[in-house]
């Protein structure tokens, strides 16, 4: 976040204070699976800070290949000869 008085600050709170309220529910086809879940874009910290959510980031802009690595960890390293 820019601070204030900055070229791009206002154009970055207008962006948070629009996405902000947003909230995406995610629900399982199969009812079995669970009931589902609620995911934020930001998680607000106060007033003054608000960090990106770490699932939305996940979910909607993470490579899937990093982020199956990251759950299930980055394996074992090769020895080297």
């Not at 204030?4 to 204070?17: E, H, I, P, Q, S």
């Amino acid at each position: 976040m820019p601070q204030k008085g900055d070229a791009g600050f206002k154009t970055v709170l207008n962006l948070l204070r629009t996405l902000g309220p947003m909230k995406f529910e995610v629900k399982p086809k199969n009812n079995k699976d669970g009931d589902g879940f609620v995911l934020h874009p930001f998680d607000r910290i106060d007033a003054q800070t608000t960090h990106l959510n770490h699932m939305f980031n996940a979910v909607f802009f993470l490579p899937m290949h990093v982020v199956k690595k990251a759950l299930t960890g980055f394996g074992k390293k090769k020895k080297r000869s």
